[in-house]
């Protein structure tokens, strides 16, 4: 039981956290100044989908974290794909 209360309070520490995900956001609005090519924009696509939704499924399964439910991974990888698509129109723009 101590353990689920220790690895709740770290589990903002993890991908699916609150302020990790605010900082991805972040990132990914910067890149538009940040990248000088379109075509490079498209990559953030892969580290997306690859890093960022592996690493999130890898850690749940290890850790067996309780806080966050596979709804909350989807509904965050949404958030953060919108975000995408967001600054990829103002590169384009």
């Not at 353990?3 to 538009?32: E, K, N, Q, R």
């Not at 974290?65 to 709804?71: C, E, R, S």
Request: aromatic residues 12%.
């Amino acid at each position: 039981r101590g353990i689920h209360v220790i690895g709740l309070w770290y589990t903002d520490c993890s991908l699916s956290g609150v302020s990790a995900t605010l900082i991805l956001m972040t990132w990914i609005l910067l890149l538009p100044w940040v990248i000088p090519s379109r075509s490079h924009m498209h990559l953030v696509w892969l580290w997306i989908s690859g890093a960022y939704l592996s690493w999130t499924v890898l850690y749940m399964n290890i850790v067996e974290n309780v806080a966050f439910q596979i709804q909350s991974v989807a509904s965050r990888f949404f958030i953060i794909s919108i975000t995408l698509i967001l600054s990829q129109r103002k590169k384009h723009h």
